[in-house]
Nanobody
């Protein structure tokens, strides 16, 4: 069983940065891949970035070079450093395992990029 709590969202101007955090509980954290996802109202949730248990990362094309996913297996946390933010990055961001587990979705953290 894994419990996930996201934090770090907020309002930021275009070109700004935010760092999202995901605190995870559960003894299996260090051996599972994790992902950050986002959802805009009326649209499907999409995978933004994922990181394997060993630290290998993959990003969706729209965030490559701007977002960085990282994990700390000791602190059981996953972070998403977001830079050069654009209005189209506005969404609710969630962390979950990769692939995502239906029961692990949390409340997410809202990111709004606006002038």
């Amino acid at each position: 069983q894994v419990q996930l709590v996201e934090s770090g969202g907020g309002l930021v101007q275009p070109g700004g940065s935010l760092r999202l955090s995901c605190a995870a509980s559960g003894s299996i954290f260090s051996i599972i891949a994790m992902g950050w996802y986002r959802q805009v109202p009326g649209e499907q949730r999409e995978l933004v970035a994922r990181i394997s248990s060993s630290g290998s990362t993959i990003y969706v094309d729209s965030v490559k070079g701007r977002f960085t996913i990282s994990r700390d297996n000791i602190k059981t946390t996953v972070h998403l450093q977001m830079s050069s933010l654009k209005p189209e990055d506005t969404a609710v961001y969630y962390c979950n395992t990769y692939p995502p587990h239906t029961n692990y979705w949390g409340q997410g953290t809202r990111v709004t990029v606006s002038a």
